[in-house]
């Protein structure tokens, strides 16, 4: 029995002490209140509603509102700085707050206003309520909906039923969203769409600032237009400087063209797009791509630029040619014009794959005008089992297959016969090699040209001999099955047949000869690991004579 009545006092001790604390806090807010009612009275504040005009005036003590004036015709009331006019209201002096019906409209000051069907204003909390054909005008911007909400204390106006707000050429669609007169900032949720011209943005999330003409969508979102299509998490768009930010991995998608990337800045104005981070640009009508870190592109000038692994991919041919460089440059000549051409620079430790052929340079340039594509500093190209390389070598491209290669200075080719270090070779000053279906079918060299050449048995196909010769000219013929048909040489100077068992260790390989196999790529991943020639397996410089003097040198000693 103790114990009960003990529990008996704790419980209604523990209720004592929460009404105390209860009526502890209501009083500090009532003194709130209080304080800051004395402190809007201080500065000159009148909180009260004002009832200016009405064309009658009653009250019905026996209906519904026996606490309102019922006032009709004209009717007009003012309330801080603000106006409210109607056909007809409840005025509750008493709460201080109206309701009125009937083409209400709310103004204040000089730059907002504010018309509907019906609403209630509360002077206390200095909301009002519009329902109904509900038009807000707040400077240049113009909000229609039927159902807002308006704050004056904080300056916010939202609505939850639908809305659409207009500025100049922007409007803005969306089922619930919030405007602020002081920010001049609105937020729009769930069913966005914005349209400017010709471009829609469709989000479920969209900030918009009128004063800057920037509108911010987040989560998924996509930005449509004539000519493109913009995927994006996070993107900014200026509407009047024609400036877009994207971030959270976004795609623009133009005709036959696609970028993608962590992020992508456009300018229509100066036509400079930019994309950071795993950049992936795509041209479906040219068949290329090209992969990389930091991609800058002028569609008005033609020019662009990429670094940060670079990759460019050709796939029209079937098999894919992969070329890495540590940069890359585009130039565009004549452009949006019928003589328009392109030059692409590729420079520093370039590497090429492709499963026919792999090339290895420092510095390459492609020229869409003559299809040509030259190789500087050390090149070095295969196809299949042979080797070429020298000072230069222009490629000569037609729809992507080699047509012709030409190596300029120390030009050397060789060729892999077997595992036993046996190696067609051929060295001069210039070479051309002609494809046909990508495989040699002519060849010429020129400049004192030295060759050895090891004869295959028809019946076994083993090397029957090492055949040495030296001639000024010489040109090689391939048949389709790409075997050798017929070798003719100009101006030989000396050829000599070993047998295989019998040739002299210095004419097993030429004085030029180097075969490259630890450098050559070996897939489409290992162009991104640079291996390059030793210091002294580098072609040394060879100067060029200079032209004699075409006058003597009259000057007096």
Known sequence: MINNENRHQKYYGHRILLVMVLCLFGLSLLGFAADQKRKRKAQGKDERVYLIHADELKYDIFGNNPDAQIVKGRVSFSHQGSTLTCDSAYFFQ?????????????????????????????????????RKDVVLKHRNQTLYTDSLNYDRIYSNAYFFEGGRLVDGKDQLVSDWGEYNTATRKATFY??????NGDRKVTTDT???????SVAHVVGPSTVESNTSTIETRDGFFNTKTEQAQMFGRSTIVDQQKTISGDSLFYDDKTGVSEGFGNVIYIDRENSNELDCEHLMYNQLTGYGFATGKALAKEFSQGDTLFVHADSLKIYTFHINTDSVYRKV????????????????????????????MTMYDNPIVWYGTRQLFGEVIKVYMNDSTIRMAHVIGQAFSAEKCDERDHFNQCSATEMQAYFENGFVRYGVATGNVQTAFYPVDDKDSTLMALNYAEMDTMKIFFSKERELEHIWGSHPKNGTWYPVTQIPPHRKHLPKFAWFERIRPVSRDDVFVWRGKKEDEKLKIVERHAAPLQKFNTDEK
């Open 190 to 195: 769930y069913n966005v769409q914005m349209t």
């Open 345 to 372: 620079h590729c420079f520093n430790k370039v590497r090429a794959y492709r499963p026919d052929m792999q090339a290895v340079c420092d510095s390459l340039v492609f020229n869409s005008q003559d299809s040509c």
């Open 94 to 130: 008493e709460s201080n707050s109206v309701k009125a019906f009937g083409h209400v409209r709310f103004r204040q000051g000089d730059t907002l206003s504010l018309t509907c069907d019906h609403a209630d204003y509360d002077g206390v909390d200095q909301m009002m309520r519009a």
């Open 206 to 212: 969209l900030h918009y600032d009128t004063r800057t």
